[in-house]
């Protein structure tokens, strides 16, 4: 009979523990997002080539006008930027993001320090030689 009651007992105590380790965790509630930029954009092509870039300007570092591949969102990890693009200028700092159009433009390094730029580049895919 104690063999009996000690067997129920152990049974009783194994499916609690078993019951507890199969039960839902909670959840962790999801951290919060910020959206940095929202855009619609016709895309260039179909399939498109995507890149992520990230580029290092020294302190007063100014490139010569140029374009690039593709249009894209840019984010500025560090320093601060100032961006002539078609003649508009605007100047961005560390977790700022701009859209670049893909045309003829310039940045300059207007900050104290070094400035870190991830450029996410949508172009058509290059063709492959014969």
Same mark, same amino acid.
């Given at each position: 009979?104690?063999?009996?009651?000690? %067997?129920?007992?152990?049974?009783?105590?194994?499916?609690?523990?078993?019951?507890?380790? @199969?039960?839902?965790?909670?959840?962790? =509630?999801? =951290?919060?997002?910020?959206?940095?930029?929202?855009?619609?954009?016709?895309?260039?092509?179909?399939?498109?080539?995507?890149? @992520?870039?990230?580029?290092?300007?020294?302190? #007063?570092?100014?490139?010569?006008?140029?374009?690039?591949?593709? =249009?894209?969102?840019?984010?500025?990890?560090? #320093? %601060?930027?100032?961006?002539?693009?078609?003649?508009?200028?605007?100047?961005? #700092?560390?977790?700022? @993001?701009?859209?670049?159009? #893909?045309?003829?433009?310039?940045?300059?390094?207007?900050?104290?320090?070094?400035?870190?730029?991830?450029?996410?580049?949508?172009?058509? =895919? %290059?063709?492959?030689?014969?």
């Amino acid at each position: 009979m104690l063999a009996t009651a000690i %067997k129920s007992a152990l049974l009783l105590i194994a499916t609690g523990l078993l019951a507890a380790r @199969v039960s839902p965790a909670e959840e962790a =509630p999801m =951290p919060p997002r910020q959206i940095l930029l929202e855009k619609m954009a016709d895309l260039p092509a179909n399939p498109i080539n995507a890149r @992520v870039i990230r580029v290092s300007f020294p302190r #007063g570092f100014k490139t010569p006008l140029h374009t690039h591949e593709g =249009p894209g969102p840019r984010y500025v990890v560090k #320093g %601060k930027v100032r961006i002539d693009e078609g003649g508009q200028i605007n100047t961005y #700092g560390p977790g700022e @993001v701009f859209w670049e159009s #893909g045309q003829w433009m310039s940045a300059e390094n207007v900050g104290d320090e070094e400035a870190v730029m991830i450029i996410f580049e949508l172009a058509k =895919p %290059k063709a492959s030689a014969p």
